[in-house]
């Protein structure tokens, strides 16, 4: 158990998280930025997984808060599955938890999971209550109801939905009402989630996730259902930030390499810089600028290998595969090529001193075509990497 201690290293080591969550090192910019300019695009794969690596262990601070007497120690205890190595959060009839503590369990790594006192109904506002508890600094919250939903809970919710916070809904003694009730079980599960959904609505609040469970069973009703999308969650925290920050660093990168070489197209230097023999061999030019981002066949092969992947799901996911899957997936290339075919055909094409001028124009629209869904597909390969470099909760 991590005890409240004013603030815990726990805490400490989440806030210095929270303030970093989307920062990246700058020796990782840096290498990202050489890699991708280069091509070297299988060189970029280990420090994308070392990324998320390092992501996967960093902390996640979990609120589980409500009034008192709802059972949220208890209900802390039944969602780490207790075993016999875990610290149990104290629980009783009476209110309990009279300070902040914090429980890690080996179910959620990385995790801690805070027991709040409960706002009971002494007359502490909500506005002391969140200072005192310090809600700015938790990822996720866990309103712990039962009974009724009371002006507590949908004051929680509204304050949380104002800071932005994601946050569950859980109803907790749910073997009590079962026994006690004359409605079938369906009946009652059914009509204790509409209550909970119509109290929230009143008070204009997004219906969040609802979970049904008894504290004394934490392997039925919805505790595997809370327990998997409690997984989902933790990724999403953890990774959502800093995946943005990469992936716009990436897009970045990459757009600053086609500028480029747009400006070598424009000056028609691109021919001799690629080793293009012919000019308007297309399927030339498209292997060529394979070759510059690194998307070609050689280092797709690389990279799918690094991953443990097959490289077919990498192919598949490229529209500039081959020149023709190329024609048939870009209507504006197809267009391009159609025009040029057809002006071939036409007399205008042999004006003397008009010929070579068209040309060179419509083979410069056709490089910053093929330039510019090369650069896409290079994009999309990049993101892919990053998603399957995701270490599940």
Known sequence: MLHDTPPSTAFNAARSYHMGRSRLPQEVRRHIERTLKEGRLLEVVPVMRETMERLSRTPVSIAVTGDSGNGMSSFINALR??????????????????TRAGYSSSRFPNVVLWDLPGLGITAQSMESYVDEMQFSQYDLFIIIASEQLST????????????????????TKLD????????????????????????????????????????????????????????????????DGPLETLSHLC?????????????????ESLKHSLGIKDADDLGEVLEAYHLLFGVNSESLCQVANSMGKAVTEYIAIMKSQDLNTLCSRDWKLKSMICLVVSMLLSPFWYIPFLGDPVIRFFRRMRYRRILELVSQDTKTILKKILQDSIIPA
Do not use: C
Request: glycine share 4%.
């Open 251 to 267: 897009d970045e990168i990459i757009n600053d390499k086609v500028t480029s070489l747009k400006r070598s197209v424009a000056k």
């Open 152 to 171: 507590n809970h949908t004051k929680l919710a509204q304050t949380l939905q104002d800071m932005g916070k994601k946050f569950y809904v859980v109803w």
């Open 176 to 239: 009590r009402d079962l026994s006690t009730s004359v409605l079938s079980d369906a009946r009652l599960l059914q009509t204790i989630r509409e209550n909970i959904r119509k109290n929230l609505q009143k008070k204009g609040v997004h219906v969040p996730p609802i979970f049904l469970v008894s504290n004394f069973d934490p392997l039925l009703y919805d505790f595997p259902k809370l327990r998997d999308t409690l997984k989902t969650d933790l990724s999403n925290i953890r990774y």
């Open 81 to 98: 599955i207790i075993g016999l190595e875990e610290t149990l959060a104290p629980t009783g009839v009476v209110r309990t938890t009279q």
